[in-house]
């Protein structure tokens, strides 16, 4: 004699002990409600289908150093901003450097950064120079990602509005119509954030992030301090110094810093 399946456990689970797809929608919602950030946001069109997943196009501060910072990039050609991890100082650098793209004030975006080893060797990394140098410029990315859809990053990459390189790569190049963003500026030395300075061209913006006390080179070759404070004398140049109380990530962060 065959033995009848319950209703309750067809629908709960196929002969295999899988989910099927009506129970696996219904634990997939759950998951997803414990992380609503990471849901996509989408709204139904007229005829019943989904747009794509839609993107923040406008930032707003958090802080008052943030906001400090947001208008020294708005009002300046050239803005410094100083500050320890987890300040937003790339995050609203590249989201700006993205909104003047997107207005039409510049034709391009130029994210430089420097590729210092932190006590690793990119020697020993599989790949070409441009995939050894991926990890580098991976945060850059990280942040154009949460600012342009996958699409729209790719299509601006392909027609060169979007161009990230090494710092190695810069001398002798005059950037016009371009938003600049040289992150991670502590790593680079006097000389080397000299050059990149006067890169600057006409109908550009340039923005320099980095916090002097988190150098991987040695203290007295790191020029973001000595030259932030030649510059901060200028009227025409803004300094934007973030602290503990403009830190955006986890309260820990703040904490640790205070004593490591």
């Known amino acids: 004699m065959t033995k009848r399946t319950s209703n309750r456990s067809s629908r709960s689970r196929t002969h295999t002990g899988k989910f099927n797809d009506e129970e696996y929608r219904r634990e997939e919602a759950k998951v997803r409600a414990l992380f609503p950030s990471q849901r996509p946001k989408r709204a139904a069109n007229e005829s019943g289908g989904q747009r794509e997943q839609s993107y923040l196009k406008t930032i707003k501060p958090r802080s008052d150093g943030q906001a400090e910072l947001i208008k020294a990039i708005e009002t300046h050609n050239l803005a410094l901003a100083l500050g320890p991890a987890g300040t937003g100082k790339t995050y609203i650098a590249v989201a700006k450097a993205v909104e003047a793209l997107e207005a039409g004030s510049v034709g391009r975006i130029v994210l430089c950064r420097p590729a210092v080893e932190a006590g690793e060797s990119i020697g020993f990394l599989p790949g070409d120079m441009e995939e050894k140098l991926a990890p580098y410029l991976r ?16 299509a601006m990459m392909s027609d060169g509005q979007i161009e990230i390189a090494p710092v190695g790569y810069m001398r002798g190049r005059t950037l016009n119509n371009a938003f600049v963003v040289i ?4 790593n680079c030395t006097y000389g080397q954030l000299k050059m ?15 916090d002097p006390a988190q150098s991987d080179l040695l203290p007295e070759l790191s ?6 404070e030649k510059l901060e004398t200028l009227k025409t140049i803004a300094v ?18 205070e004593v490591l």
């Open 240 to 257: 934007a110094r973030l602290g503990k109380s403009d830190i955006v990530r986890h309260p820990l962060v703040a904490d640790m810093l």
């Open 139 to 154: 945060p850059l990315m990280d942040a154009l990602s949460d600012r342009l859809s996958p699409k729209q990053l790719r």
């Open 223 to 228: 020029g973001l301090a000595p030259i932030a």
């Open 196 to 210: 990149l300075l006067t890169r600057l061209g006409w109908h550009s913006t340039m923005v320099v992030t980095g």
């Open 183 to 186: 992150d991670e500026a502590q």
